[in-house]
């Protein structure tokens, strides 16, 4: 099984649906194990959902970028 640290690095890929066949099979079973890592998937969901949401519209550029910023920075 995958480690914490290497589930982390592969939460955006698998919520832009950009990981291979066996990379999300090994995340899903960390997933299904793991509750931290539940949660950390959990908070990546309403993150994304807010700066896709109607509400990031009405945020400023440089505030959109940074949070953008900080969410990169979550999966490195």
Do not use: N
Request: proline share 3%; aromatic share 6%.
């Amino acid at each position: 099984m995958i480690a914490c640290k290497e589930a982390a690095e592969r939460l955006w890929d698998y919520l832009d649906r950009h990981l291979a066949e066996r990379p999300e099979a090994e995340l899903e079973t960390h997933l299904g194990l793991c509750r931290h890592c539940c949660g950390e998937l959990e908070f990546a969901r309403q993150v994304r959902s807010k700066l896709e949401g109607s509400a990031a519209g009405s945020l400023p550029a440089d505030a959109r970028a940074r949070l953008e910023g900080f969410v990169r920075e979550l999966g490195s």
